[in-house]
């Protein structure tokens, strides 16, 4: 698929919807980063300057399909329907927390919008995203599981192993690398030797597609082309969606501290979102009213989503043992009795 043709697949609505999707990722992570600031959630990954590429592949995928995100694709599930009080409450990590308060924040995941949650360390979505595409093919349904990395995941041994076997099973798997050109302080020059991440396609048999991964557009139309080829039989692809972190790795980290201020200025001019709006507006579809109702509602939309969550108290004790294993065992069950007992004498004694 070409970009002139995701343009016309892409409605005027579809495309407004898409605008909104960038919008709310970089308001979200503006809210993130004074919440973790004043002391109310432990940590946030951000994804500012990579909106067009996670708005433009996770719209390319359909309900039915998985997606094993790495750490900047929580809009994934938000443009598939995860509800935004959900996603601050995993955040806080309380009982509205559909995970239970079990995992560290950014690690979201909800069968609702069949995202998995992924791991810190880093590229063991790879394999689990390839086990699951075997799975759809030795089924024989028409599915497609949508695997992110960043570049840092490219020397992963994970990384490898993962195409390796995609490419010899010809699995339904599309994988899409955000290379935001740093691996928390690592340069992506000292990552590899080679022209980018998509020419490690080629080793594996598959091909390799590097795209503008500012341009939702053509993040859209490269993803939506290797999403129809695997769920047709065509096998994997590895799409590279050149990109910029513009903050740091996360809110613990300092990118001052190891990058140049002018990179930072040279990527700021190319905003994915203000690029994308420059394009709706040349369309005809967008306009600056529009610009500030979008505003005023993602601001009342996120207080009432942030109130919503922190209202909520700490997950129940003994979800501690629910989930474990499909049915619970004695030993499991004797230890939740105990716990629970030892609870309410603790109530009792205060």
Known sequence: MTQATAEQVLTDERL?????????????DQRMLALQRQGRIAFCGLTTGQEAAVIGSGAAIEKEDWVFPALREAGV?????????????QMFGNSHDVLKGRMQPMHFADRSVNQVSWSSCIATQLPHA??????MKIKKERRVALAYLGDGASSEHDFHTALNFAGVWRVPCVFVCQNNQWAISV?????????????????YGMPGVRVDGNDLLAVHAAVKEAVDRARSGGGPTLVEAVTYRMGGHSSSDDPTRYRDKDEVTHWAEKDPIARFRKYLETRGVWDE????????????????AVKEAESAGPPPVDTLFSDVYAD???EIARQRARL???????????
Do not use: C, W
Not at 17 to 24: F, P, S, T, V
């Open 16 to 28: 407004r919807e898409l605008y909104r999707g960038m919008h709310l990722i970089r308001a979200i």
């Open 77 to 89: 599930a938000l443009l598939r329907g995860f509800p935004l009080s959900r996603f601050f409450a």
């Open 130 to 135: 390839v086990g699951a595409a075997y799975a």
């Open 187 to 203: 340069p992506f020059s000292k990552q590899t030797a080679s022209d980018g991440v998509a020419v490690k396609a080629a080793a």
């Open 289 to 304: 009213g529009r610009e500030k109702a979008l505003e005023e509602s993602l601001k009342a939309e996120i207080n009432a």
């Open 328 to 330: 619970m065992t004695p």
């Open 340 to 350: 629970l007992e030892e609870e309410k004498h603790s109530s009792a004694v205060r």
